[in-house]
C-alpha cells in the first residue's frame, strides 16, 4: 500500500511548493508548527523550498505544554525561524465580547473551533507582510472526511501534503529525518484537552487510509467514512452562488 518512492516524492514536494509560491508572485511560506508530525513534515517541506523565506508560528491557545516543546524543537532541528504567539487572552477576550458575559462555556464545539481560525488570521497577518503564501498541513486522509475546521486551519493557499494519506506522511517524515517521537505521536487538533483523532473519529487512520487507498475496510468503518465525507464535502468546495 505504501510502496513508493519517498525520496522522489520528497523532493517533488519540494519543486511543487517553489512553484505555487512564485506562480502567485509571493517570496515564501509561513506555516503553523503545532507540534506534530503534519506540520513538521510542511515545515521541514517548505525550509527546503526557501531557505532563507520561512517563517513557523508556535500559537498556544489553553494547549499541551508539550506541543509546543515539539512545535520549538522541529523548528530548531532545522533553523526555521519562529514566533511564538500565545492566543489565550485573545480567545478569551473575544469569546467573552461574543457572549457578552465574563464567565463563557469553553468546552464546546464552536469555542474549540475559534482556537484555529484564530491561528489562521495569525497566519496571514504575517503572510501578507512577508509576501508569502500560507503553507497548510491538511493530508489527504484528513481532507477526505473534513477533518478541519473551516477556515481555521483549512483556511490556506496551498496543501502540499493533500494527496498522502497519513501513513505517506510518515514515510515523507523518514526520508526529511523527523524525529521518532513526532513521528510516533499520538495525532491530535489540540482542540481541548486529552483529545486525540482516533479517539474522536471512532477508527484509526490505518483504517481511513486502506480505505481510500483500496476501498477495503470494516463495514462500520465504511459507513463513518462515507458518512463524513459526504456531510462535510462543503468544506472542499468554494461557497455555491445562485444560478440565474
Same mark, same amino acid.
Given at each position: 500500500?505504501?510502496?513508493?518512492?519517498?525520496?522522489?516524492?520528497?523532493?517533488?514536494?519540494?519543486?511543487?511548493?517553489?512553484?505555487?509560491?512564485?506562480?502567485?508572485?509571493?517570496?515564501?511560506?509561513?506555516?503553523?508548527?503545532?507540534?506534530?508530525?503534519?506540520?513538521?513534515?510542511?515545515?521541514?517541506?517548505?525550509?527546503?523550498?526557501?531557505?532563507?523565506?520561512?517563517?513557523?508560528?508556535?500559537?498556544?491557545?489553553?494547549?499541551?505544554?508539550?506541543?509546543?516543546?515539539?512545535?520549538?524543537?522541529?523548528?530548531?532541528?532545522?533553523?526555521?525561524?519562529?514566533?511564538?504567539?500565545? %492566543? /489565550?487572552?485573545?480567545?478569551?477576550?473575544?469569546?467573552?465580547?461574543? !457572549?457578552? *458575559? $465574563? =464567565? &463563557?462555556?469553553?468546552?464546546?464545539?464552536?469555542?474549540?473551533?475559534?482556537?484555529?481560525?484564530?491561528?489562521?488570521?495569525?497566519?496571514?497577518?504575517?503572510?501578507?507582510?512577508?509576501?508569502?503564501?500560507?503553507?497548510?498541513?491538511?493530508?489527504?486522509?484528513?481532507?477526505?472526511?473534513?477533518?478541519?475546521?473551516?477556515?481555521?486551519?483549512?483556511?490556506?493557499?496551498?496543501?502540499?501534503?493533500?494527496?498522502?494519506?497519513?501513513?505517506?506522511?510518515?514515510?515523507?517524515?523518514?526520508?526529511?529525518?523527523?524525529?521518532?517521537?513526532?513521528?510516533?505521536?499520538?495525532?491530535?487538533?489540540?482542540?481541548?484537552?486529552?483529545?486525540?483523532?482516533?479517539?474522536?473519529?471512532?477508527?484509526?487512520?490505518?483504517? %481511513? /487510509?486502506?480505505?481510500?487507498?483500496?476501498?477495503?475496510?470494516?463495514? !462500520?468503518? *465504511? $459507513? =463513518? &467514512?462515507?458518512?463524513?465525507?459526504?456531510?462535510?464535502?462543503?468544506?472542499?468546495?468554494?461557497?455555491?452562488?445562485?444560478?440565474?
Amino acid at each position: 500500500m505504501l510502496d513508493k518512492d519517498y525520496n522522489q516524492i520528497t523532493e517533488k514536494l519540494v519543486d511543487w511548493i517553489q512553484e505555487k509560491v512564485k506562480d502567485a508572485g509571493c517570496e515564501g511560506a509561513v506555516i503553523g508548527l503545532s507540534g506534530g508530525i503534519d506540520s513538521a513534515v510542511t515545515s521541514a517541506l517548505a525550509k527546503k523550498a526557501f531557505p532563507d523565506n520561512t517563517l513557523g508560528l508556535i500559537m498556544p491557545c489553553y494547549s499541551n505544554p508539550q506541543d509546543q516543546e515539539d512545535a520549538k524543537k522541529i523548528a530548531e532541528k532545522f533553523d526555521i525561524p519562529y514566533q511564538v504567539i500565545d %492566543l /489565550d487572552f485573545v480567545f478569551d477576550q473575544f469569546l467573552t465580547t461574543l !457572549e457578552g *458575559k $465574563e =464567565k &463563557v462555556e469553553k468546552d464546546n464545539l464552536a469555542a474549540a473551533n475559534l482556537k484555529p481560525r484564530l491561528r489562521m488570521a495569525a497566519l496571514y497577518y504575517y503572510a501578507t507582510k512577508r509576501n508569502s503564501l500560507v503553507v497548510g498541513t491538511d493530508n489527504r486522509s484528513e481532507l477526505k472526511i473534513g477533518y478541519f475546521t473551516k477556515f481555521g486551519d483549512g483556511g490556506i493557499d496551498i496543501a502540499p501534503l493533500g494527496n498522502l494519506v497519513k501513513n505517506e506522511v510518515r514515510e515523507v517524515a523518514k526520508v526529511l529525518g523527523i524525529p521518532e517521537e513526532i513521528i510516533n505521536k499520538k495525532p491530535s487538533a489540540g482542540l481541548w484537552e486529552g483529545q486525540t483523532d482516533e479517539d474522536e473519529l471512532g477508527f484509526s487512520y490505518e483504517e %481511513l /487510509d486502506k480505505y481510500i487507498l483500496t476501498g477495503e475496510a470494516r463495514d !462500520e468503518v *465504511k $459507513e =463513518k &467514512v462515507d458518512e463524513l465525507a459526504e456531510k462535510n464535502q462543503h468544506k472542499l468546495e468554494m461557497p455555491p452562488i445562485p444560478k440565474f
